[in-house]
């Protein structure tokens, strides 16, 4: 079920969504981050929201489960689309100077209010699971911005669509929010620190290398899971 772009809360939604069809795992691996500062930490949302919104909901209403219902409208009261249609209708009523746009909160002030989302999403896969018997681990994942820079990697802080963005911000958030942690995610945003070759495409995604290096640090977080599971199995 792995998406690009995903936020933690589509990632529960998800998870939802398999289980009411019965597709229910042994585990289940969150692997989040970075795309939680790009939603969460932009503004004060007050409540979760979600990126790439058709796709989401195309494929949730997909479904023959009628009982997906209540999550299309879960999630639509969280889409980040329509809070930001929501916003502009109310905009012509408001002062300029009253609208929070994107990087005008500082990360001492959007940190917490980005990792407090974060942990309810965490807490509500850890419910599911409980109430399912199944197995959850989350990982905060290393990037562009955990990572020491190499002169190798140069060429990834000009990569269109991402050199733009506030590099200063993204540094205090990812790296603040590895303080903030929620018990139980394990943090692997140190995974790639000691490697000397280059394993960042752009700042978020790894290449071949860098992808088995963290799937490494993955595998053997997990492996007494997988085995305990196995054991259980036979």
Not at 74 to 91: D, M, P, T
Request: proline share 5%.
């Amino acid at each position: 079920y792995g998406e690009s772009a995903h936020l933690i809360w589509q990632e529960v939604q998800t998870l939802e969504a398999a289980l009411l069809t019965g597709d229910k795992p042994d585990l289940a691996i969150f692997y989040d981050g970075v795309n939680e500062p790009a939603r969460h930490g932009d503004s004060f949302s007050i409540s979760p929201t979600h990126s790439r919104v058709e796709i989401f909901e195309n494929r949730l209403e997909a479904s023959e489960t009628s009982s997906l219902s209540v999550l299309i409208s879960n999630y639509k009261s969280r889409s980040l689309a329509i809070r930001f249609v929501r916003a502009l209708r109310g905009r012509a009523s408001r002062q300029t100077d009253d609208v929070v746009l994107v990087k005008q909160v500082g990360a001492e002030e959007a940190l917490p209010n980005m990792m407090a989302i974060y942990g309810e999403g965490v807490n509500l896969s850890l419910d599911i699971a409980d109430r399912h018997n199944f197995e959850v681990v989350h990982f905060w994942q290393p990037s562009i911005y955990t990572k020491p820079d190499l002169r190798s990697e140069v060429a990834v802080w000009t990569v269109p669509g991402y050199r733009e963005l506030d590099r200063q911000w993204y540094d205090a958030m990812m790296n603040g929010a590895r303080e903030q942690l929620p018990p139980g995610v394990i943090d692997i945003a140190d995974v790639l620190d000691d490697v000397t070759e280059p394993v960042m495409i752009d700042h978020v995604h790894t290449n071949e290398l860098g992808a088995r290096i963290v799937a490494e640090r993955i595998f053997a977080e997990i492996e007494p899971t997988l085995t305990q599971l196995a054991s259980e199995a036979d």
